[in-house]
């Protein structure tokens, strides 16, 4: 069983029952999630005792192998990770560069195996919902690509995690949270909530509860559509909790936490790229105080007929959301050179082995 599904307090307890001083808590998780050590055997000053201890009841490292790695032209990176069990994840290692003498690095992080909610235009949501990670796969995902990032360059480590990798983060609530405290830890990692957002399609009740722990965690919501026929094509989860009971989640989440959320919008040529969906959107989002991000949509594999809008088109889209007074900006396309959206990559990696 992989340590790391301790968090601070039941790490503590642990090592009361089994009789270490108290200082080894701090000592113990910072080799695990400051240092990020990928065997026990490396944190060489908990003693010799310890080590046997967490040998005999078990416990261990478990990491995952990067079976590809895909470094594209723009700097973005592409992992293709094999769980313990064999199950294949995807993660992205997004660079951006500003005035900054660091660059920020980006991991967008995968939180399940698959997905089951069936979005058609996503490569994650057609290979169906195979598992969860559990917290200790979540961090070593995250912990095996920060080490990729540090032994290629100096000076360089991830400080900004999305949930936006494979998988509904909704879906997984209890093992994401725990990750993300783990993970914000200051004898850990030490991230700023502010630098993590979580993705979701429109998991409505555990949107509200998310929005009941009032934490400095971002949110973006995957929109998609301005009326309920045509995201009910796009999206099944709108089936189950359509627009209005989306967006008033979204106003209690605003009222709730004083953040403000930022929605995301792949733009479909013919299907949601018109000005009546821009009238549509100024009504829907109101009440809110949000920011769209337009993603001209990748097309995929198994459904060739959702295309990207020309860029003259997407400009226009955007300057029309902009009239209507809603913030908004085209994602910045990253590795399109090495195999677009999440969930691309283990469908061509799974259809070729
Ligand atoms: N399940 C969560 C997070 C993972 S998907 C969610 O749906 O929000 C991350 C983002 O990528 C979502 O906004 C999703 O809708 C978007 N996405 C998925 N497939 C895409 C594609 N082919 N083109 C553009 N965006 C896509
Ligand atoms: Fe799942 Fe998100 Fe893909 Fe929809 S877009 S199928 S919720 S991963």
């Not at 090592?15 to 910072?30: A, C, G, H, N, W």
């Not at 399940?112 to 961090?139: D, Y």
Request: glycine content about 6%; charged content about 25%.
């Amino acid at each position: 069983m992989d340590i790391r599904n301790l968090d601070y307090n039941e790490l503590e307890n642990y090592l009361v029952r089994i009789k270490e001083p108290t200082f080894r808590t701090k000592q113990l998780f910072s080799w695990l999630h400051a240092r990020q050590i990928t065997d026990l055997g490396e944190a060489h000053n908990v003693g010799k005792k310890l080590l046997q201890n967490l040998a005999a009841d078990g416990y261990n490292l478990e990491n995952p192998e990067v079976k590809q790695r895909f470094v594209s032209k723009d700097g973005t990176e592409k992992y293709l990770m094999a769980l313990s069990d064999g199950a294949l994840i995807e993660s992205v290692l997004m660079r951006y560069r500003g005035d900054y003498s660091k660059q920020r690095n980006t991991l967008c992080v995968s939180s399940q195996v698959g997905c089951a909610m069936g979005c058609v235009f996503c490569a994650t949501g057609h290979q169906g919902f195979e598992r969860n990670l559990t917290t200790e796969e979540i961090l070593a995902e995250i912990y095996t690509a920060n080490g990729i990032v540090k032994a290629n360059e100096q000076n360089q480590e991830i400080r900004n995690i999305v949930f936006m990798g494979m998988g509904e983060p909704f879906n997984n609530f209890d093992n994401v949270m725990k990750a993300i405290r783990i993970l914000c830890h200051p004898f850990g990692m030490n991230l700023s909530p502010r630098r993590i957002t979580i993705s979701t399609c429109g998991v409505v009740p555990k949107l509200i509860e998310f929005a009941d722990l009032d934490t400095d965690v971002g949110l973006a919501i995957s929109l998609h559509a301005s009326n309920n026929r045509d995201r009910d094509a796009l999206m099944p989860v709108n089936h189950a909790y359509p627009l209005e009971s989306l967006i008033e989640a979204c106003e209690y989440y605003e009222k709730k936490t004083k953040k403000r959320i930022s929605f995301e919008y792949a733009l479909i040529e013919n299907v949601n790229d018109q000005k009546k969906h821009v009238d549509e959107l100024k009504s829907l989002l109101k009440n809110l105080d949000c920011h769209i991000n337009v993603i001209p949509v990748n097309t995929v594999s198994h459904n060739k007929t959702l295309l990207r809008p020309d860029r003259q088109h997407i400009h226009r889209f955007i300057e029309m959301l902009r009239a209507a007074g809603i913030g908004a900006s085209v994602r910045q396309e990253k590795g399109a050179d090495i195999n677009g959206a999440c969930g691309q990559l283990k469908t061509d990696y799974s259809q070729a082995h």
